[in-house]
């Protein structure tokens, strides 16, 4: 496949087949993690996974950082032509990725159980939680890594490597989960173990690229390390800082709504939070199927086939984020069920929260597309204003302003607003950025 020769349709059209497909998969294992836990253990366990869903984010967030902001640097040295250049990208990622994994293994383990109250666990939900957690520390280097990898290998010509690689874990984790939870009756800590598997086996699958005759990465010695790490570093933050925004907005909701409506609500939460991983997993399958053609043809200085590739991806974030609020809005109590065993309590409150949080949905893949956009164009800044705005500045202001101006319900419309308000900066940005592409 030529990036930078192949019509631009049907080769986004893979890339969007793959990357989707390879989101997709993970985060639909992730939910059957939560619906067999929530199955096992009713509201409590979601619950308790809903305050261990931060440390995804953070583990996520290391690979987004090192992999999506080489790959990015990578695609554009080699649509110059500058091959020497992209080699030492992709080897700084690696070297870059092992630090940071080595530095975020050795803060959480030792501080893991305040970390777990500060998201939100009670003397209740810190018994599952820490279950939930030791198999995911055991993980962590395969949830940096499986990042790095799968973003170097689409860059590098195979997209279907990844979608393979997290379709076969995925399986594995599903069966795990049967095996684990029910049949060893271990419950959340089966569910975490199972998880772990997978994502081993997805990462070592993942290798097999660099043992095939498509493979054209290799490990140089790299020069001006601390420039290129610090390119690295800005490159990759706005996309990083998206996936650690589930983990801050969910810190922040965590703690909101044990101090306005309890554990039941928190229950609700915990189905909110793995709709959002899909959903944000789909928009990053959408800017991941983009990025290797808009890089590189940015290097190559063909501007046409930008504007072509933002187009099929505009229009596919419009579908995504029209067809999940819908979903979510039209038919809330399927998605109540489908991830626990719901009490009547549960029930009672479940419709109103999804509904009204749900709305968000119509703009996230947008949002998170534009940082994708703006990385590829060499345009960090706004990028990471977006980011920024949505998962720490904007949305946290709301969380926190919203139920003391216009009581506790309000709560459930943060993202809705900030969603709006991140939206029209990033379109600006966008059509600035685009405007100056050459004709």
């Known amino acids: ?12 059209g893979k890339y969007l087949v793959a990357a989707s497909g390879s989101a997709m998969i993970s985060c639909v294992f992730g939910m059957i993690d939560a619906m067999m836990v929530g199955q096992y253990h009713g509201p409590t366990g979601n619950a308790a996974m809903a305050v261990c869903s931060p440390l995804w984010s953070i583990f996520y967030s290391l690979g ?3 992999g999506i902001g080489g790959s990015v640097l990578f695609g554009n040295h080699r649509g110059r032509g500058e091959d020497r250049t992209a080699q030492e990208y992709f080897t700084l990622s690696v070297l ?4 940071l994994t080595i530095l975020a293994m050795a803060g959480i383990g030792l501080f893991h159980e305040r970390l777990l109250r500060f998201f939100g666990a009670d003397d209740e939900l810190i018994v599952l939680a820490k279950q939930y957690f030791i ?3 055991f993980a962590m280097p395969c949830c940096v890594f499986s990042y790095i990898l799968s973003s170097y290998i689409r860059n590098d ?8 690689a997290v379709l076969f874990g995925g399986i594995l984790n599903v069966f795990g989960d049967y095996v684990f939870v029910f049949m060893l009756d271990l419950g959340i800590l089966g569910a975490g173990i199972a998880t772990a598997i997978g994502l081993y086996v997805s990462s070592f699958l993942m290798l097999l690229h660099f043992f095939g005759k498509k493979n054209t990465l290799r490990l140089v010695w790299p020069t001006q390390i601390s420039r290129k790490i610090v390119f690295i570093s800005v490159t990759g933050f706005s996309t990083a800082i998206n996936d650690l925004a589930m983990g801050i907005i969910g810190i922040l909701f965590n703690r909101q709504i044990m101090k306005y409506f309890g554990s039941n609500a928190l229950a609700v939460y915990g189905i909110i939070t793995q709709v959002t991983i899909f959903a944000q997993c789909m928009a990053y399958g959408i800017g991941q199927a983009a990025q290797p053609i808009l890089s590189q043809n940015l290097g190559a200085g063909k501007y046409g086939r930008i504007r072509e590739c933002l187009r099929y991806g505009l229009f596919t974030c419009g579908c995504y984020g029209a067809v999940l609020t819908a979903g979510v809005v039209l038919m809330p109590n399927s998605f109540v069920h489908f991830f626990m065993r719901p009490t009547e309590a549960v029930l009672e409150i479940a419709p109103a929260i999804l509904r009204s949080y749900g709305l968000s949905y119509i703009l996230l893949p947008f949002n998170l597309f534009a940082t994708y956009y703006l990385q590829s164009m060499m345009k960090p800044n706004p990028s990471m204003i977006v980011s920024l705005a949505r998962g720490a500045i904007v949305s946290g202001v709301m969380i926190i302003v919203l139920p003391v101006m216009a009581g506790a319900d309000a709560l459930w419309y943060s993202m809705l607003i900030t969603e709006l308000l991140v939206a029209a900066y990033a379109a600006v940005h966008m059509i600035k950025c685009t405007k100056k592409l050459a004709k």
Do not use: E, Q, S
Request: hydrophobic share 50%; aromatic share 10%; charged share 20%.
């Open 1 to 12: 496949m030529d990036i930078l020769k192949d019509k631009i349709r049907p080769m986004y």
């Open 64 to 66: 987004l950082l090192a």
């Open 96 to 99: 870059f990725g092992i630090v």
């Open 135 to 137: 198999p995911l520390f």
């Open 157 to 164: 010509g195979n997209p279907a490597l990844p979608t393979k």
